[in-house]
């Protein structure tokens, strides 16, 4: 890859862009003073000329001026992100156009609820929702009534959230109508059969397809029914919802239903056991399905599904993980959906949510600018080891999901306070839009995809955010866009590092094999990589475990010392047996030459995010990373095992 190509793109490691970027801001600041001077220049200043000269007005500039002072001098103590010495947790330099839109929309102070308050930034959150839907493979057609919607969150939390929040409203809705439509005495075919002929377990497991079609039939019927009838039914169906019951006045006017599991993998984010509180199923109601390597295992997804079809259990949703936070891994996506499909042909859905929050903008590797799929093998010429079969088919299988959580904050490079989630299909949004009529207008009249979604607060739960986000992701998707000639230049290139970083693992390996078992304990399906270690000669694992600590603190952020005094900036993780699975977490240890795991359940491991752009930059004929397991070598090699405290 031309260098220039990313040097262009980046504020970079020592600033080097920084006449770029302060020309850029001064430009922009000056702009939007000269707005705010011309929006009604009769109008005389509100603060006067001479108020400099106040002495309230001079102690509190001092005062100001003190307290950022301050803040310059504690921020000197943050995390050097932007540093290739950095290789800790998921973040690194932010894209310049992200940077720069962001801080140069703030002082307009758009909120992102509704039109009235954000006439420019909320159209740009719609167009980023629809960037990502491109990039996902989803519908993207405005003018299409299954269109994909998306928009903008704070993080991937809230959007774990969002989806959960929308398959409860989805799973539940036709339990809903079926009581309202009898007590209301009216009739809808669904199929071939009345609404009323269908048991609340065939109810429960519609799926998303056709409960969307259900609800089209739905909104014609109510059409043809005189307006005041059609408004006492629709207020029947929404005090028959379980949004306005709660759980257990729902399912005591169901009998015979039960309350819907969330089935997700182990490596699962812990969004979703919060989600789960927060939304009252409860945390008893999450299944766990056991992994293989911390992928999820099919075989057990396959057979909880029966178990659940047995028990005639809802499944309120599916969560596979494309890129899991702590170990990179990728579940595999297009067999989930194939099982998926099988299961639902026996009388159970699960509708399937992927939580891409870390992999999900690695797609854009994937993607041709034409919106095409790249085939597998040409992505295979462009690497040594990425992708494998199953990771590509992951990625490939996408636009055959219920929804997908993305983090532009993460591998889009946007500043943070910048998580997405995408729906398949726009119609489902109906299902979680709460009104407000002192903010959305119930007289509306255009109904275009644009004008619905311009009421953005109404269909999310976070309602006003400021539009300053939305911008960062809009511009910088729109310099880079996101495909394999734009941004996947970025990501190829950190997936160059995380091959780097795989061969330096094995050679350092072999050079510090008679004294020294490091190991890749798992394969890496992303730019994300792991390392295990353990002295010869040493069969505790919690002495292993000790040792790895001692390792840990020479690569963590210690908040007492400067940032200065390390030289290289790492995180860690633990593999557990539940994680791993007993047979694979016992062949782990069995490689690291541990028989005694003590009372220990968990493995002790360094963790590294391989996201920076420059990490194979040519240093004297090596690079950062050559330079990273020069420095873990003269660790390894002077911390004997048992030093550190536990």
């Known amino acids: ?205 519609l799926s998303t397809d056709d409960i969307l079609v259900l609800a089209d039939d739905f909104q014609a019927m109510l059409q043809s029914l005189p307006t005041d009838e059609a408004r006492s039914l629709l207020k029947a169906v929404k005090l028959e919802r379980v949004e306005h019951l709660g759980w257990h006045e729902f399912a005591s006017r169901h009998p015979d239903w039960q309350p819907p599991v969330l089935l997700l ?19 008893a109601q999450l299944r766990v399905i056991p992994e293989t390597g911390m992928r999820m295992d099919m075989a057990a997804l396959e057979t909880t599904l029966a178990d659940c079809a047995a028990r005639r259990q809802p499944v309120i949703g599916l969560v596979g993980v494309l ?44 993607r041709n600018p034409d919106g095409g799929l790249v085939p597998h093998e040409e992505v295979r010429q462009q690497f040594k080891y990425f992708p494998s079969e199953t990771v590509h088919a992951a990625f490939g299988a996408l636009a055959r999901t219920e929804s997908v959580t993305i983090d532009p904050h993460k591998l889009g490079f946007v500043p943070f306070g910048a998580g997405a989630i995408v729906y398949r299909d726009q119609r489902m949004m109906p299902f979680v839009a709460h009104d407000a009529d002192y903010v959305f207008d119930p007289e509306r009249q255009d109904d275009s995809y644009r004008a619905r979604f311009r009421a953005l607060g109404k269909y999310i739960l976070e309602g006003s955010k400021s539009g300053a986000a939305a911008a960062g992701v809009f511009v910088s998707q729109s310099v880079l866009p996101l495909d394999r000639d734009n941004l996947g230049r970025i990501i190829e290139r950190t997936l160059h590092a995380t091959e780097a970083f795989y061969d330096a693992a094995l050679a350092l390996a072999r050079e510090l094999e008679n004294d020294i078992c490091l190991l890749l304990p798992i394969e890496p399906d992303s730019n994300l990589a792991c390392l295990a270690f353990n002295v010869r000669g040493n069969t505790s694992l919690r002495e292993m475990n000790r040792f790895t600590r001692r390792i840990i ?16 900036f790492g995180s860690y993780t633990t593999l557990t047996r539940e994680g791993l699975g007993a047979t694979h977490f016992a062949t782990l240890l069995e490689r690291l030459g541990i028989e005694s795991a003590d009372d220990q359940d968990r493995i002790y491991i360094l963790r590294h995010t391989l996201m920076n752009p420059w990490l194979l930059q040519d240093i004297d004929g090596q690079t950062h990373i050559d330079h990273y397991f020069s420095f873990l070598g003269r660790l390894l ?9 536990p």
Not at 266 to 283: F, P
Not at 330 to 340: F, G, H, K, S, T
Not at 637 to 645: E, I, L, M, N
């Open 553 to 568: 603190d020479q690569v963590r952020i210690d908040p007492g010392q400067p940032v200065q005094v390390r030289e290289f």
């Open 323 to 366: 890129g899991t936070t702590e170990y990179g891994t990728v579940d595999p996506i297009a067999d989930m959906l194939a099982i998926r499909n099988q299961m639902a042909e026996r009388g159970i859905y699960a509708p399937v949510h992927v939580d891409g929050a870390w992999g999900g903008y690695l797609t854009s590797l994937f």
């Open 265 to 283: 993998p182990v490596t699962a984010h812990y969004s979703w056991a919060k989600a789960m509180k927060l939304l009252g199923l409860g945390e």
């Open 637 to 645: 090699r002077g911390s004997p095992a048992g030093d550190a405290a």
């Open 1 to 205: 890859m031309k260098d220039g190509f990313i040097n262009s793109l980046f504020l970079g490691p020592y600033g080097e862009n920084n006449d770029i970027f302060e020309k850029m801001l001064l430009e922009f600041l000056r702009d939007h003073v000269y707005w705010r001077r011309n929006f009604h220049p009769e109008d005389p200043p509100a603060i006067p000329t001479l108020a400099a000269n106040d002495p309230e007005y001079t102690a509190m500039i001092a005062r100001m001026s003190a307290e950022l002072h301050r803040l310059s001098a504690a921020l000197k103590r943050s995390v050097p992100f932007s540093s290739p010495r950095y290789i800790g947790h998921m973040a690194s330099d932010t894209l310049l156009p992200a940077l720069i839109a962001q801080m140069m929309t703030l002082p307009y102070n758009p909120n992102n609820v509704v039109d009235e308050a954000a006439p420019v930034t909320l159209d740009m959150e719609i167009s980023a929702g629809l960037q990502i839907a491109r990039m996902l493979g989803f519908n993207t057609n405005e003018s299409e009534a299954d269109c994909a919607f998306g928009h903008i969150t704070s993080g991937g939390t809230v959007a774990n959230y969002e989806a959960l929040h929308m398959q409860r409203a989805l799973r539940c809705w036709p339990l809903a109508l079926k009581r309202a439509l009898a007590s209301s005495g009216h009739e809808l075919v669904h199929g071939k059969q009345d609404l009323a002929g269908h048991d609340s377990w065939t109810l429960a497991n």
